[in-house]
């Protein structure tokens, strides 16, 4: 089976920085594209970033473009977000997915593995 499980979520002052960590097992990770999607309290989850099976292209949600940056790294098995300079407003669950897709989506439909999540709390 495949999983996924996110690490890296703390408390964060605004103006800082964090780097979350997606680690997959189970499957041959270049097999996936992957996405950061992210959930606040009482919100519908929301498209983050989305990243190709290659790393070749890439999607941002106009709310952390220029900020926020997806990578991968194939032979780690590992996706990763780094977060800089985030404020209060990224507070949520970030979750990590996967899907089968060659082009990135932007939707959590497509993508059916999903890790647990974990807490970011971006403090003012």
């Known amino acids: 089976q495949v999983q996924l499980v996110e690490s890296g979520g703390r408390l964060v002052q605004a103006g800082g920085s964090l780097r979350l960590s997606c680690a997959v097992s189970g499957r041959t990770f270049s097999t996936y594209s992957m996405a950061w999607f992210r959930q606040a309290p009482g919100k519908e989850r929301e498209i983050v970033a989305a990243?190709?099976?290659?790393?070749?292209?890439?999607y941002y949600a106009d709310s952390v473009k220029g900020r926020f940056t997806i990578s991968r790294d194939n032979a780690e098995n590992t996706a990763y977000l780094q977060m800089n300079t985030p404020k209060p407003e990224d507070t949520a669950v970030y979750y990590c997915?996967?899907?089968?897709?060659?082009?990135?989506?932007?939707?959590?439909?497509?993508?059916?593995?999903w890790g647990q999540g974990t807490q970011v709390t971006v403090s003012s």
């Open positions: 990243i190709s099976k290659r790393g070749s292209s890439s």
């Open positions: 997915a996967a899907s089968f897709r060659v082009g990135v989506s932007t939707t959590a439909p497509p993508y059916p593995y």
